[in-house]
């Protein structure tokens, strides 16, 4: 099953210009996992922000959440060809399965 | 160190036959779960493993099983396939159960049915 939705669902955007996706969840979480997937490749762990945190920054990455509107954001400033990708956003149920959206598939233009 | 080993890239099969995919993890990691990834489903959990036994398990026919070895390496297993399990096959490990713990991907099975 999934936990929610990702908005949007592809994005195109120009070398250098920054991206924002969203994720929305439906179930009250511990922590949201960002991860980004190449083209029909294996995920790789983006970033982890805990239920009581708002903000985390990693590099050109910087991930926000709102619990009371149960959504988290992902933002890529800057990007980059090699940021060509799908993004998911994934939490952890109560037996600590990861349940995933359907992600956005961002494609950076040169 | 090494990351998450799947076994193999791309496979092949037939409607009915079985397949078996095999799955390393990272040294010291005794969790590993399997996920299915289709492009109309997403991805979708299978089953997780953790020190030889299953721990949880998705929502998936009887026809998908796995096990987990004494290494934590783990194997699934897909009989009397269909052609919608065409799909990619992926394989995470982590280092233990617990909510925090991120977890480690491999490249994934390729798995086409005709």
């Known amino acids: 099953s999934q936990q929610g939705e990702e908005d949007p669902q592809a994005l195109s955007i120009q070398e250098g210009e920054n991206a924002t996706m969203n994720c929305s969840y439906k179930?009250?979480?511990?922590?949201l996992q960002w991860y980004r997937q190449n083209s029909g490749r294996g995920l790789v762990h983006l970033i982890l922000?805990?239920?009581n945190e708002r903000e985390k920054h990693s590099g050109r990455l910087r991930v926000t959440l709102d619990t009371s509107k149960k959504s988290s954001s992902l933002l890529i400033t800057a990007s980059r060809a090699a940021d060509t990708a799908s993004y998911f956003c994934?939490?952890?149920?109560?037996?600590?399965?990861?349940?995933w959206g359907a992600g956005t598939k961002l494609i950076i233009k040169p | 160190k090494a990351g998450v080993t799947q076994t193999p890239r791309y496979l092949i099969k037939t409607r009915g036959q079985q397949v078996t995919l095999s799955c390393s993890p990272i040294?010291?990691?005794?969790?590993v779960s399997w996920y299915q990834q289709t492009p109309g489903q997403g991805l979708q959990f299978l089953f997780e493993?953790?020190?030889?036994?299953?721990?949880n398990k998705g929502n998936f026919p009887g026809r998908f099983s796995g096990r987990q070895f004494s290494n934590s390496r783990s194997e699934m297993n897909v009989s009397t396939l269909e052609l919608g399990d065409s799909a990619l096959y992926l394989c995470?490990?982590?280092?233990?159960?617990?909510?925090?713990?991120?977890?480690?991907f491999g490249q994934g099975t390729r798995l086409t049915v005709v």
């Open positions: 179930t009250s979480i511990n922590n």
């Open positions: 995470a490990s982590s280092r233990n159960r617990e909510v925090y713990t991120e977890a480690f």
């Open positions: 493993y953790f020190s030889e036994t299953q721990r």
């Open positions: 994934a939490t952890p149920d109560s037996n600590y399965q990861l349940i």
């Open positions: 922000i805990r239920s």
């Open positions: 040294s010291g990691h005794r969790s």
